[in-house]
């Protein structure tokens, strides 16, 4: 039987003891998680979006469902103005397919019936049946109803047929669509009611892959649950163990109780799944801080890249060859702008300032690239401190480090020469600024330094505190940054703030230690 689908044709598990994990098991800015489990190997792989941030699509393994690490990424698309979107990720006859999403928003040149805009995109995924005939769904565009359409596809030619409604969902809003079989019953998994408070995920079966489908008379089968700290919970996947076991991620935001302080934005978290006897749907357990399910034995997960969660020390960029592979750039980055270990100061990495600053022209489009360089914020109370070799010289040059979670939605310190200017020496000031709230703080200096230092930390939940040569010189809300889909990161910039100027900073060292992660 060719599925890719997972297949299930498995009793119904008892829970046993639980797996040492807590959610978000990964924590920071992982929303929409498509995971497999590869048997061959007993590799579990999960994906998640990364709309605008590159590269896009990071893959990420684990052994136990405990300890994953980035092994890479998807990297090779198109530029946009609202990028990749839903990746699927599925394996079939020992090779590994990534569907995504490449989204254009209002502002895509070829206007309102652009396909790639995002309001007529469809989010897809592929299954299959006992024939051969490999089908994919999609959400279809909210100009057509968001509901779950289906058609098939041709691996050779990637030829499709054309799209048939297959399911409008229990509130006629389904989307991020997965169908798995269990004899007799091909399951068709959705997410429902936006990524807001009203998310949540929802289910029906069918004994034909087109349907008619049944709905779960339980609908929704995971959704938020009053009180926890975990909310928005919904676009989920489905995927069994070596033992069979079936779990389930999901995305979540850690804004219980209403909290406007969540700037890791949407996370990914675990729940265990369950097929007791003479039920017709699955169970899934609510989402909590403590993952319960069956146990697993504890692995060290695969490949050579960070681990989720670990700590960034790079006192040095000497050896460095390329970029880790968990920095990002917002969108499409010129590679020029970034040289490691450059021959007037080695060790270091040399940044070039783009004309454009983090907002971009007005805050969603940019065009050209922007020069900056970010980790996902994955801890609740951090420190990331780093020490550029920098002096501006000319009238708008400005580095420093952000909190940033898209051009519309971020906090910028840096040093800055004002445009103004007539001379960088006396007047160069340093500014915080919110793009949320368009609110700038300058403060003088006393006088510049050669090699400065910027720190950027979380003392609580609710403010960031940023700091030059060790001093804090502002704080500002971390609700300036919780809202929207991406999750906040945690990085440096360089600009000239619309001039061409091409005064370099160069990087000495990038400092990120996570001090506490809450969980309830």
Request: aromatic share 10%; glycine share 8%; proline share 7%.
């Amino acid at each position: 039987m060719v599925l890719f689908a997972l297949l299930a044709n498995l009793a119904s598990l008892a829970l046993v003891n639980a797996v040492s994990t807590t959610n978000p098991i990964l924590p920071g800015f992982h929303p929409d998680p498509s995971c497999i489990f590869e048997p061959n190997e007993e590799v579990f792989f999960c994906a998640t979006s990364t709309f605008n941030a590159f590269p896009g699509i990071p893959i990420l393994a684990s052994k136990d469902l405990v300890s994953w690490r980035q092994i890479g990424n998807q990297r090779k698309y198109s530029d946009s103005t609202s990028g990749i979107w839903a990746p699927a990720l599925r394996v079939h006859d020992g090779v590994y397919y990534l569907f995504t999403t490449l989204v254009l928003n209002r502002a895509s040149p070829n206007g309102e019936n652009d396909p790639a805009r995002y309001d007529n995109a469809t989010i897809l995924l592929l299954s299959g049946t006992e024939d051969g005939t490999l089908y994919m769904q999609g959400g279809t565009n909210p100009k057509k109803g968001n509901h779950v359409d289906w058609f098939t596809l041709d691996l050779d030619t990637m030829e499709t047929t054309e799209q048939t409604l297959l399911w409008a969902g229990i509130d006629r809003a389904a989307e991020g669509p997965h169908i798995y079989y269990r004899e007799p019953y091909y399951y068709l998994l959705c997410a429902e009611g936006g990524t807001g408070a009203t998310h949540k995920v929802t289910m029906a079966r069918s004994e034909n892959i087109t349907g008619p489908w049944e709905a779960a008379p339980a609908n929704p089968l995971l959704t938020s649950t009053s009180g926890s700290l975990f909310q928005t919970v919904g676009h989920a996947d489905l995927f069994q163990d070596s033992q069979g076991n079936w779990w389930s991620s999901a995305l979540s935001t850690r804004s219980g109780n209403g909290t406007a302080y969540h700037p890791m934005g949407r996370e990914t978290v675990l729940t265990s799944v369950s097929w007791p006897d003479g039920q017709d749907f699955p169970t899934f357990e609510p989402i909590g801080s403590t993952v319960g399910g069956p146990d697993l034995p504890k692995k060290r997960a695969p490949g050579k890249g960070p681990l989720v969660g670990d700590n960034d020390t790079y006192t040095t960029f000497d050896g460095c060859s390329t970029l880790p592979i968990h920095f990002l750039h917002w969108r499409l980055p010129d590679t020029s702008a970034y040289i490691l270990n450059p021959e007037e100061k080695p060790r270091t990495l040399k940044l070039s300032p783009s004309s454009l600053n983090l907002t971009g022209l007005d805050g969603e489009t940019a065009t050209s690239p922007q020069t900056f360089l970010g980790r996902r914020q994955a801890h609740t109370l951090f420190e990331f401190t780093v020490q550029f070799d920098y002096v501006p010289v000319n009238p708008g040059d400005e580095v420093g480090v952000t909190v940033f979670t898209s051009q519309a939605r971020h906090i910028a310190f840096g040093l800055r020469c004002p445009t103004t200017a007539t001379s960088c020496a006396s007047e160069s000031t340093l500014h915080i600024y919110s793009s949320t709230s368009k609110t700038d703080v300058v403060v003088g200096l006393p006088s510049l330094v050669d090699s400065p230092t910027f720190t950027i930390s979380c003392p609580n939940v609710t403010n960031y505190n940023f700091a030059h040569e060790g001093k804090v010189i502002g704080t500002a809300l971390a609700s300036e940054v919780s809202a929207g889909f991406d999750g906040a990161m945690v990085g440096v910039f360089a600009t000239s703030n619309g001039a061409n100027n091409t005064t370099p900073a160069y990087l000495k060292s990038w400092v990120y230690k996570g001090l506490f992660q809450q969980t309830s």
